[in-house]
């Protein structure tokens, strides 16, 4: 994995460097020592690392303003980083780039009630919107796993998911407006803060959102929220194999129903949970489906039936219905807890997640048996079984020679399967550093241009967290989008043929 060459020049003028951000954000926010800055060296990728050259931490808007205003005078890069949660590396600092760490926007700005809108910073952990809400009997629908400390400035820049995002959608079906501001401190107000505002403009607010920190830093979001399901029940649906439980999936999609959540978990993944949670699963289970519906008491009671005959259907060899919320909490926690049950099981894991249609789950999951024999590494299934977003859990050990590389190269198999499937390199996790050479499986050369062509009209120097996303390091002059003003040539430096 190559990442730009860090400038030396650049990292030669650190304390110059801080002593400008400390006028602009205060001594305390700007973290220049060499101990203080390690700790930020990664995000939720731990194999690859660098650490930033600086650490800057804005209190506002007008402060992020001016701290993109100076680095991009200075030509210093900028990464933006929420909690550091990403799974794709798509907040791995620069060792010649500042790192801008939102967590001090942290607060919700404001609830509207009637026209169920918040508005909030991009610090606000996910969880803490629906928190703030709760009392009047909203939500905010969006809920990765990592809900509890994820962001949702990260939720934004990644389009994050969720095992609601099957019936309510993603991060971009939730967003009304966005408050960012572009490298050079331009300050741009999309949408706005009640639904219906972003009607008849471009949609740039589609393309600030999942665009991973490449073109702009997010400083305050305008959310939609919902009402809080009257009822919510969870079936519990175990299957004595996996093409029975993949089937059934489709089977209820195709009986015309849209679960609230429906999710996937293989016998390796039961195993392991069953220690934390207690419970023994079925000897003959050798996947489960869990399948939250929600709606009015009447609604969820007529679904459970058809969604059980279904199941019966398909093969199920044990239905549990929870029948009240203390059982659709203890049955859900299965699911919540499966990532850190498999840490328990091995040193490393590695955890991607490609998209394939829903009947294409069984012919990927087999590939994915066959690529355990030849890398030789076990690997668990917890996934979003309803759109079709795998989470293959690769087991290895760091302290192995070769084994990183080995799961790399099992991670990349899987995700080119999901292509060839018809699916997507990523559903919620991003590309990042983690799939950014895998784009060209994806997308064609001038597919991968058009989007580059994006990313210049918003950030023509390339500052905003580059290496990332595209597999071809370029600079926006390349294209041949140059404009002379006055006689200067910008990027007077680059060969021109």
């Not at 010649?96 to 991009?122: F, I, K, M, W, Y």
């Not at 919510?232 to 089937?247: D, T």
């Not at 990349?412 to 018809?422: E, H, M, N, P, Q």
Request: one cysteine or more.
């Amino acid at each position: 994995m190559q990442m730009p060459e860090p400038s030396q020049a650049i990292i030669s003028q650190r304390d110059a460097l801080a002593h400008g951000l400390r006028q602009i954000v205060g001594k305390d926010w700007v973290i220049s020592d060499d101990a203080e800055r390690k700790p930020y060296q990664c995000d939720g990728i731990t194999a690859y690392m660098a650490v930033p050259l600086l650490v800057v931490l804005p209190g506002s808007a007008q402060e992020v303003q001016a701290v993109l205003r100076f680095c991009n005078e200075k030509g210093v890069k900028i990464v933006p980083r929420g909690s550091g949660t990403s799974l794709s590396g798509g907040a791995l600092p620069l060792e010649d780039g500042v790192l801008l760490v939102t967590s001090r926007l942290c607060h919700v700005l404001s609830v509207d009630e009637h026209n169920r809108v918040a508005r909030v910073q991009p610090g606000v952990p996910n969880i803490k919107i629906t928190e703030a809400v709760s009392h009047l009997g909203l939500c905010y629908m969006p809920d990765p796993s990592s809900q509890l400390i994820s962001t949702i400035g990260g939720n934004v820049a990644e389009n994050a998911g969720g095992v609601h995002c099957l019936k309510y959608g993603v991060t971009a079906n939730h967003i009304l407006g966005i408050q960012a501001v572009l490298m050079t401190g331009e300050m741009v107000e999309l949408g706005g803060a009640y639904l219906g505002a972003a009607e008849g403009e471009l949609d740039l607010m589609g393309v600030l959102t999942g665009s991973e920190g490449l073109l702009a830093v997010v400083t305050e979001i305008a959310v939609r929220l919902e009402p809080v399901p009257e009822v919510a029940r969870v079936i519990s649906m175990s299957f004595s194999s996996v093409e029975e439980a993949c089937e059934c999936v489709g089977a209820i999609i195709g009986a015309g129903i849209i679960p609230a959540g429906l999710e996937f978990m293989d016998r390796k993944v039961l195993d392991a949970v069953s220690v934390l949670i207690k419970e023994k699963f079925d000897d003959r289970t050798a996947a489960l489906l869990l399948c939250e519906l929600d709606g009015t008491a009447v609604e969820v009671d007529a679904l459970v039936g058809v969604v059980s005959d279904v199941a019966r259907g398909q093969g199920a060899i044990e239905l549990k219905v929870s029948t009240t919320e203390e059982e659709r909490q203890r049955i859900w926690s299965s699911r919540k807890l499966a990532f850190s049950a498999i840490g328990k099981l091995c040193p490393d894991y590695y955890c991607t997640d490609g998209t394939i249609p829903r009947n294409k789950l069984p012919e990927v999951l087999n590939k994915m048996a066959d690529m355990s024999k030849k890398y030789g590494l076990d690997y668990a299934n917890c996934f979003h079984a309803g759109d079709g977003n795998l989470h293959p859990i690769i087991m290895y050990d760091a302290a192995k020679p070769g084994d990183l590389e080995k799961a790399e190269e099992f991670g990349a198999d899987v995700l080119i399967a999901c292509v060839d499937a018809g699916g997507v390199l990523s559903g919620e996790h991003g590309i990042g550093v983690e799939k950014r050479d895998l784009m060209t499986h994806q997308f064609t050369e001038i597919d991968l241009q058009q989007q580059q062509m994006v990313k210049c009209a918003f950030d023509p120097k390339d500052l905003l967290n580059p290496g990332k996303m595209f597999p071809t390091l370029c600079r926006c002059a390349e294209f041949g989008r140059m404009h002379v003003h006055n006689g200067n040539l910008r990027f007077a430096d680059v060969p021109r043929f």
